[in-house]
């Protein structure tokens, strides 16, 4: 439904103490009627309330604030409404202080102000109060934000923006004074002045500007605002769509900074490398290397780092107090300290010239449009809507994205790997032959891209699916591969004693396939276990990104398999830890083969605020985060906005 209503309120601040300490609460509700007994007259249906989404306009960006504001609402009613917002200081009640008359025992010596609406009052040479010049200061920021931003409104919508007002001599000589007195040389120089008029009782800006003076400068600066917002509002009007189209490209490049207090940036060379140089070592190799019993922090670094910077973080962001002047959505800035925490390491795999030996060939994306396709897979036990967050937040990223949310191994998650593979394999390109069958004859395959998001146990389903001849034809389109918790090495060294008795009842009495492959007793030989076999195929090196994401927190799959490394129990095991040091290896030496284009491999922890959940069943088994994957929606905008480039 295509909405375009412009909504308007005047807001009066009875003081400029309130003014500098007070912000905007701006609540947005979302409203429900059955749509069959809607009657003619849409005033007498009787809504019922769903949820809500609250923004927060911070006293400094009442001045002039221009920015976009998307509703999402909820994790249940994950809808889309494009909302701008604009502010600016329009009208301003002068104190008593500016009109008042002073007498003295000889009499009142004095003259009439005439102001340029036809005002006049009596009044004497007096100093301006300190809360007058801090007033004016506000209405001059206003002025000047306003005008600025409706010249770079016009400038890039390429629209031209006829702005007829003439700054007051007044005006101008009232600024040039304070700014002299305020000693700043950048554009901000009337906020600064305004926060430090704030602290001073005794300001000297007071002997600088007359109470007349500022009486005429109020009035013509006034004046010069209601100009240049009669024009905003007609520019506005005249150009909404393009106007909104601007603002919401501006939204999403500051996400990155906006955000960046819940993200943690870590360098991965160092460690990225130490797996990619080992790579190519041989069994006896890896049995020396495990004589050697490296040290246990060596292994462990990776979660102990992570750990400690979160806490960190979340220490940072309880005693913040932000002097923000954008738009803040309350869902995120209400409770800051609450929310995920991301520790990301990032590593980008440089573009190599094709025809060189280990060098992977991509085929380019044309002119044109992009088909995008991502194909969504449920884990062990869910249900094809378990990642429907993921798949929501995908969509406003990229409103043209086609998706599949995988139903063929729904209650039948306990087949073998090799089962489960093929019937999405079947699945997928089923979808993809029936619903775009006229794209694919239309010689543009160049123009095709195919993304999987597993969690748990589907990222294995997927890579399995990726090695059937039926995906062969796809292969060379895959674009983002995003792991969610997926335990790409198996159980092998899982940790966690109350959940490998779990697998053992699994094992014992369901004769489930997939935890035998997973917990590596579904052959005598680790070498012939499916998951080694696994690893040793093309499976990650089809991708042109990579996301792994993981938790300390989360003792459902271990950390190590989840971000596919090693760890200190696989340097002690000398019969098994080889091969799972293969493993390793040859999973990473996929992630990070160069190719004709440039690739991205990313680890990245999330740390969710667990602890307010108290004591749970989920929480006694480890099962707590794995299941906030899903349930939270948080992370998943840190992540997804601030790297548009994996999912766009």
């Not at 001059?140 to 007002?165: D, P, T």
């Not at 780092?305 to 913040?320: F, I, N």
């Not at 080889?578 to 493993?583: A, N, Q």
């Amino acid at each position: 439904i295509f909405l375009s209503v412009m909504a308007s309120f005047n807001l009066f601040l009875r003081s400029m103490e309130n003014f500098r300490i007070n912000a905007v609460l701006i609540r947005f509700e979302l409203l429900y009627a059955p749509v069959a007994v809607l009657p003619l007259n849409i005033n007498a249906v009787e809504f019922s309330f769903c949820a809500e989404n609250e923004f927060r306009i911070p006293p400094r960006a009442l001045l002039g604030l221009h920015a976009y504001c998307p509703l999402h609402f909820d994790i249940w009613h994950m809808v889309l409404v494009d909302v701008t917002v604009h502010s600016v200081l329009l009208k301003v009640n002068f104190s008593p202080s500016i009109l008042e008359t002073k007498a003295s025992g000889q009499g009142v010596a004095g003259k009439e102000l005439v102001n340029p609406e036809g005002m006049s009052s009596q009044c004497v040479e007096s100093e301006a109060q300190t809360s007058d010049v801090a007033l004016w200061i506000s209405l001059y920021a206003s002025r000047n934000i306003l005008k600025h931003k409706l010249e770079a409104l016009g400038s890039a919508i390429q629209h031209h923006v006829g702005i007829e007002v003439e700054e007051h001599f007044t005006v101008a000589s009232v600024a040039a004074r304070l700014h002299s007195y305020s000693l700043e040389n950048n554009n901000e120089w009337c906020l600064r002045l305004n926060e430090k008029l704030a602290h001073e009782k005794d300001a000297t800006s007071k002997q600088v500007v007359s109470s007349e003076e500022l009486l005429v400068a109020f009035q013509a600066l006034g004046s010069e605002v209601s100009s240049l917002w009669n024009s905003f509002l007609k520019f506005h009007r005249s150009n909404q769509s393009s106007i909104w189209e601007y603002l919401r490209r501006v939204w999403t490049d500051e996400r990155s900074q906006e955000w960046s207090m819940w993200l943690i940036h870590s360098n991965a060379d160092v460690q990225v490398n130490q797996d990619f140089d080992s790579m190519g070592r041989n069994n006896v190799q890896h049995m020396q290397l495990a004589k050697q019993l490296p040290s246990k922090s060596h292994y462990e670094e990776p979660a102990i780092v992570s750990a400690s910077q979160v806490e960190l973080c979340r220490k940072t962001l309880e005693e913040m107090k932000g002097k923000s002047c954008a738009l803040q959505d309350m869902t995120i800035f209400s409770k800051p300290s609450q929310l995920p925490i991301l520790y990301i390491e990032d590593h980008t795999v440089p573009c190599e010239r094709s025809g060189l030996d280990g060098v992977l060939t991509r085929a380019p994306i044309n002119h044109g449009r992009v088909l995008h396709v991502v194909v969504f897979v449920h884990g062990f036990q869910g249900h094809h809507l378990d990642l429907r967050l993921v798949r929501d937040h995908w969509l406003l990223i990229d409103p043209h994205m086609e998706y599949l949310m995988s139903e063929s191994n729904e209650d039948r998650t306990a087949s073998d790997f090799r089962e489960l593979g093929k019937r999405l394999a079947e699945e997928v390109s089923a979808f993809l032959k029936s619903k775009f069958n006229a794209f694919f004859k239309g010689g543009a395959l160049g123009n095709c891209r195919l993304s999987f998001v597993g969690h748990s146990i589907g990222n294995i389903i997927i890579r399995a699916a990726l090695t059937d001849i039926v995906m062969e034809p796809f292969l060379q389109y895959l674009y983002t591969f995003l792991s969610i918790s997926g335990p790409h090495l198996g159980y092998l060294y899982s940790s966690n004693a109350l959940f490998n008795s779990g697998l053992w009842l699994l094992k014992k009495f369901k004769a489930s396939a997939c935890m035998h492959q997973l917990t590596f007793t579904d052959q005598t030989d680790i070498q012939d276990c499916y998951l080694f076999k696994l690893s040793q195929m093309k499976t990650f090196e089809y991708f042109h990104h990579v996301l792994l994401l993981s938790s300390p927190q989360d003792r459902y799959v271990p950390y190590h398999s989840s971000r596919i490394e090693s760890c200190q129990a696989a340097t002690h095991d000398l019969r098994r830890g080889p091969s799972f040091m293969t493993m390793v290896h040859s999973c990473l030496h996929q992630i990070l083969k160069p190719a004709t284009v440039d690739r991205s491999f990313m680890r990245c922890d999330v740390n969710f605020n667990i602890s307010a959940q108290g004591r749970t069943l989920n929480s006694l088994i480890g099962r707590t985060a794995h299941i906030e994957f899903l349930e939270s929606d948080a992370f998943l905008r840190f992540l997804m906005w601030t790297f548009p480039k994996f999912f766009s």
